[in-house]
C-alpha cells in the first residue's frame, strides 16, 4: 500500500514487518526516529519483540549478538559515532556468523562533530564481514531491508548487513513507500531456524580462540561467504521481484549507460540527484550514464568492470575519504578496471551534510572530460 | 546444597590453566553448581583462553565468548531471547575482575539496571593474569604487578581493591554475594541461591593466581583460606543491599597473608615495611569491624 511516510518510519514499519524478537535500542540523531518508532510498536502490541535500552551502541550490537547466537532474529539502528563504537562488536559479529541485520543512517564523523549525512560511518567499517546495501530512495531503505534478512541468514551466507540510508536527506524526508502487508513479508522471509545456537539440549562453543593453525582459515570462509552472498542477492532479488516487482537482484543499477561516454559511478541518495543531472545533460546531447552501486560489501567487481567497459572516462563520487589515500569508491572502481585504459578520476564531495547540486554534477562532468580529478569538490577555498 | 550435580562434571579436564588455578576450580564448582541448562558467557580473559583453544572446549553446557567487556550485554541479548522463545534455560557470566571491576564496567552498570535475569559470576584473581600481571581495580594495596612494580619509589599498587559488591548492590541487585574456592560448598550454595533468585544477582570469587601472585600451585586452598582468616577478604551475602550473613573467622595477623606470596616480598625485604603492613593490617581489622567477622574467644 503506497503512503507518504518519513524515512526513518518507513524503515521501522519495514522492520516491524521482519518480526524481529529481540530489537536493542540506543538514540543518535539522525537514526532515533527509527528506534522510536520501534518502541512504539512494541508499547501498543503490534511489534511481540523484546525491546533492550541499552546504554551505548557497544551494547546495543552485543545484545544482538547474544540473542542471535541463542536463535532470534535481532535488529538495531545506529549511524556515525555509535557506529564507531560498535566497532569491535562489528568484526566480531560476522566472524561468529551471526545474521544480525542493522539499519545505518549515514552521518559524518567527528571531529570536528557534524550530525550530517555523508557515508564515512560504514565505509570505515567496510573490512568488519557485513554486507553494505547502499539505498537511493525510501523505497529502496525499506525494501532492502527484508532482502537483507533474507540474504544474511541463508545458511550459505550466515552474516550480518548493514542498510544504510543518507542521514536525514532520506531518513527524516517524506516520500511515497509502497509498503509491503505482514502476508506479504511472511510469505518472502521465513522464520529465522539457525542450525546451531545456544541450547543445552545440544551443547556448543562459540567465540573459541583460534591460533596461528587455524585463524586463517576462519577468515577465508567468512570471505568466501561474504563473496558467496552476490549469488544469494541475486537469488533473493529475483524472488522479491516475482512477488512485488521491484528488482533488487543485481549489485549495480545503470542509468543511461548503454551508449554513455562519461559514466558517474556513486551510492546512495545522491544517485538521484546525478539521474536529473544526466537527464538534463542527455536533452544537451551528452552522452553521461550513472552506474550506481547498491551493494558496496560484497564489491561487485565483475558487474562494475562490465557495465563501464564501454565508457571513455568515469567520474567516481565519494561521501567518504580514506585519509592519506582516496574515496572508498574510486578505489574499488580502479581495481575493477585494472588493466583497462579507461581514465577514472575520484570526487571527494558532499561531506558532513554539504549540498551536492545538479550543477555539480555538470561541474565534475566537465572536470572529467578535461582529465581534472582525484580531489575535493567543492572547497570553499575562503575559509581555508 | 546443588545436589543434582554432585558428581557431574560440567567444566571438563584437559583445560589449559596452569596447575593450582583458582579459576579453573571456580569454573569446575560453579558449572556443578548450575547444573546442565545454563549458558555461560564469557569474558575474553585468561578462562576463556585456557578453555577453548580451537578446536576444543572444555565447557560441556552452551557457551560464548564475544569480547572482553560485552558480556553483560551478551547476556542481556540472550536473556531477552530465552524469554520471546519461552525457553527456561539460566545465564551464568564468567569473567575475570579487569572484565568486571575495570572495562566491562559500563556493560554491567547498564545490564544490572535493566534488571536481566542473570547470574554475574566474577572470578577475582586480583589483576590483568591473561596479558601478565597488570594491576586492575581489584588489585589489593601494596602488590606487586607489572604495572604498578615496586621498587625503591613505590610500594606496588597505591589504591585499595575497588568495592564492586557495594557498587552491585546499588543498582538494586537482589542477591550479592562473595565467595572463595577455598569453601566449595559455601560457593556452590552461593551460585545455586543467585541463580534461582530472579534478577541480576553477583558472586565474585577470589580465585588466587599462582602465577600472578608467586606462589607454589599446590597452595592455592591454602592462600584462599589465609585470606579470609586475616580478614583480607571476606565471604558474605546481601539481599535487597543489606549484608545477612558473613563467615566469622579467628583472626590472624595480615602478614601471615602477605607473607605466603611474592607479590607483597616488598613489605618483608630486605626490610620490613611496618608501616605498609599496619595500614594492610588497619584494612583487614575495618573489614572485621564492617562485617562483624572476628569471633570473640572467651577468657577463662
Not at chain 1, 568515469?314 to 592519506?324: E, R, T
Not at chain 2, 605466603?260 to 625485604?269: A, C, E, G, I
Request: some cysteine.
Amino acid at each position: 500500500m503506497m503512503e507518504i511516510t518519513e524515512g526513518s518510519h518507513a524503515v521501522a514499519e519495514a522492520v516491524r514487518l521482519c518480526r524481529p524478537q529481540v530489537v536493542s535500542a540506543y538514540p543518535i540523531t539522525p537514526q532515533t526516529h527509527i528506534v522510536e518508532a520501534l518502541a512504539d510498536f512494541v508499547a501498543n502490541g503490534t511489534l511481540d519483540a523484546e525491546y533492550i535500552t541499552v546504554e551505548n551502541e557497544l551494547s546495543a550490537l552485543s545484545a544482538c549478538v547474544g540473542a542471535s547466537a541463542a536463535g532470534s532474529r535481532t535488529y538495531s539502528a545506529t549511524t556515525s559515532q555509535g557506529l564507531a563504537l560498535m566497532f569491535e562488536v562489528c568484526f566480531n559479529a560476522a566472524g561468529m556468523r551471526l545474521p544480525i541485520i542493522m539499519s545505518i543512517a549515514n552521518r559524518a564523523m567527528g571531529a570536528p562533530l557534524s550530525i550530517w549525512n555523508d557515508q564515512q560511518d560504514s565505509i570505515a567499517l567496510r573490512d568488519s564481514g557485513w554486507l553494505q546495501f547502499y539505498a537511493e530512495d525510501n523505497q529502496e531503505a525499506t525494501d532492502l531491508h527484508y532482502i537483507a534478512y533474507r540474504v544474511s541468514e541463508d545458511p550459505k551466507v550466515l552474516l550480518p548487513s548493514f542498510v544504510c540510508f543518507d542521514g536525514f536527506i532520506l531518513s527524516h524526508t517524506y516520500e511515497p513507500v509502497d509498503m509491503l502487508s505482514q502476508e506479504d513479508v511472511d510469505k518472502y522471509l521465513p522464520k529465522f531456524t539457525p542450525a546451531e545456537k545456544l541450547d543445552a539440549k545440544d551443547p556448543i562453543s562459540f567465540g573459541m580462540y583460534a591460533t596461528p593453525e587455524y585463524y586463517l582459515e576462519f577468515r577465508y570462509e567468512t570471505d568466501k561467504a561474504l563473496k558467496g552472498a552476490k549469488e544469494v542477492i541475486a537469488q533473493a532479488g529475483k524472488e522479491f521481484k516475482a512477488l512485488f516487482g521491484r528488482d533488487y537482484s543485481a549489485p549495480v543499477e545503470g542509468y543511461s549507460l548503454d551508449d554513455a561516454e562519461t559514466v558517474i559511478v556513486a551510492m546512495g541518495s545522491i544517485c538521484g540527484t546525478v539521474k536529473d543531472a544526466i537527464d538534463e545533460m542527455r536533452a544537451e546531447g551528452k552522452k553521461v550514464g550513472l552506474l550506481r552501486i547498491r551493494v558496496f560489501r560484497p564489491f561487485p567487481s565483475e558487474e562494475v568492470a562490465e557495465s563501464l567497459k564501454g565508457a571513455k572516462r568515469v567520474a567516481v563520487l565519494d561521501k567518504n575519504i580514506s585519509l592519506g589515500a582516496k574515496g572508498a569508491t574510486v578505489l574499488e572502481v580502479k581495481d575493477a578496471l585494472y588493466g583497462s585504459t579507461i581514465p577514472v578520476k575520484g570526487y571527494v564531495l558532499g561531506l558532513g551534510g554539504r549540498d551536492v547540486r545538479k550543477k555539480d554534477i555538470k561541474e565534475i562532468v566537465s572536470l572529467v572530460e578535461t582529465g581534472q580529478g582525484d580531489q575535493f569538490y567543492g572547497l570553499r577555498r575562503e575559509v581555508l | 546444597m546443588a545436589e543434582k550435580c554432585k558428581t557431574c562434571e560440567l567444566f571438563d579436564s584437559g583445560h589449559r590453566a596452569c596447575g593450582g588455578c583458582g579459576a579453573a576450580l571456580a569454573a569446575r564448582l560453579v558449572t556443578k553448581a548450575a547444573g546442565e541448562e545454563t549458558i555461560v558467557v564469557s569474558s575474553t580473559g585468561c578462562m576463556e583462553v585456557f578453555s577453548t583453544p580451537y578446536p576444543e572446549t572444555a565447557w560441556k553446557v552452551p557457551w560464548i565468548h564475544s569480547l572482553f567487556e560485552n558480556a553483560a550485554a551478551v547476556a542481556s541479548g540472550i536473556e531477552a531471547a530465552l524469554k520471546k522463545q519461552g525457553r527456561k534455560e539460566k545465564i551464568v557470566i564468567m569473567a575475570g575482575d579487569g572484565a568486571t571491576f575495570d572495562i566491562g564496567m559500563i556493560c554491567i552498570s547498564g545490564a544490572f539496571e535493566r534488571g536481566h535475569d542473570f547470574t554475574y559470576i566474577c572470578y577475582d584473581n586480583e589483576a590483568y593474569m591473561n596479558t601478565g600481571i597488570q594491576r586492575s581495580g581489584a588489585t589489593p594495596y601494596d602488590a606487586s604487578t607489572t604495572t604498578s612494580p615496586a621498587g625503591s619509589h613505590s610500594f606496588g599498587n597505591k589504591r585499595p581493591k575497588k568495592d564492586m559488591p557495594a557498587i552491585l548492590a546499588a543498582h538494586g541487585a537482589p542477591y550479592v554475594a562473595t565467595a572463595s574456592i577455598a569453601y566449595p560448598a559455601d560457593l556452590m550454595q552461593k551460585v545455586e541461591k543467585a541463580i534461582n533468585t530472579p534478577g541480576p544477582c553477583y558472586v565474585q570469587v577470589h580465585a588466587p593466581c599462582c602465577t600472578g601472585w608467586g606462589f607454589e600451585g599446590d597452595q592455592t586452598i591454602a592462600i584462599a583460606k589465609l585470606a579470609i582468616e586475616t580478614g583480607l577478604w571476606v565471604n558474605f551475602e546481601m539481599v535487597d543491599g543489606k549484608v545477612t550473613k558473613a563467615k566469622k573467622v579467628v583472626r590472624k595477623p595480615v602478614t601471615e597473608y602477605l607473607k605466603t606470596q611474592k607479590r607483597f616480598r616488598h613489605l618483608f625485604k630486605p626490610k620490613q615495611q611496618d608501616a605498609e603492613i599496619a595500614a594492610i593490617q588497619a584494612m583487614a581489622d575495618r573489614n572485621a569491624e564492617k562485617y562483624g567477622i572476628d569471633i570473640k574467644l572467651k577468657k577463662e
